[in-house]
Each structure stands twice: as structure tokens, then as C-alpha cells.
């Protein structure tokens, strides 16, 4: 079993970075594909971002895709979003989630381990 702890967020303006934090306790963490998803105020969970096990494969909603890059350090247990040129629609609860599975997918019911969330506030 994994435990996930997200950290790094905060209020930002527009065009700003933040480099949201996934620790994950467990020794398989490493067999895990990982994912971030996001949920603003009165909207639906939504995928953000997913990597493999390895750290070699990425995918990125469109609405990130060339903003935030999802990177893992297995040997810190640490999964990492950098999250860039934010936008005020950015402003959401992430989320980290993790799956015992080498494959990412983008489907948040895919993932059985979850934070507790971070909350990323990006003023205009």
C-alpha cells in the first residue's frame, strides 16, 4: 500500500510557476504510475497529468500540454508537477494519485491511492 502526500501550493499570479510535490511512502512506490488531477470549485475531477514507472513516458491534458511537466524520482519516493505560465483557470485542488500498475492512464478510477490535496490559487 502507498500513502501520498502532496505539498507546494499556493497563491500565485498569472504567468507564474509553482513546483507541486508528491511524497509517497511504501518500498513498490517505484512499480507505480502516477498521475496529478485537479478539481476546481463546482466542476468535476479532471486529469492533469500521468507518467509511467519508469519516468520515461508522460501524458498532459491539453489544456497543460507545454506549461507543466511531470517528472519522478524513484529513489526519493517523489513525484514532481512544475507547473508554469499559470493561468487563472489553473486554480483547483491537486490532486497525486498513484496506481500498482506500470502503465499511466488518465482515468482518475484507475487510481487506487490518492492525497489528500493541495490547493493551487493563480490570481489574474
Known amino acids: 500500500q502507498v500513502q501520498l502526500v502532496e505539498s507546494g501550493g499556493g497563491l500565485v499570479q498569472a504567468g507564474g510557476s509553482l513546483r507541486l510535490s508528491c511524497a509517497a511512502s511504501?518500498?513498490?512506490?517505484?512499480?507505480?504510475?502516477m498521475g496529478w488531477f485537479r478539481q476546481a470549485p463546482g466542476k468535476e475531477r479532471e486529469f492533469v497529468a500521468a507518467?509511467?514507472?519508469?519516468?520515461?513516458?508522460?501524458s498532459y491534458a491539453d489544456s497543460v500540454k507545454g506549461r507543466f511537466a511531470l517528472s519522478r524520482d524513484n529513489a526519493k519516493n517523489m513525484v514532481y508537477l512544475q507547473m508554469n505560465s499559470l493561468k487563472a483557470e489553473d486554480t483547483a485542488v491537486y490532486y497525486c494519485a498513484g496506481r500498482p500498475y506500470t502503465s499511466m492512464v488518465i482515468t482518475s478510477s484507475a487510481y487506487d491511492y490518492w492525497g489528500q490535496g493541495t490547493q493551487v490559487t493563480v490570481s489574474s
Open positions: 507518467i509511467n514507472w519508469r519516468g520515461d513516458s508522460t
Open positions: 511504501g518500498r513498490t512506490f517505484s512499480t507505480y504510475a
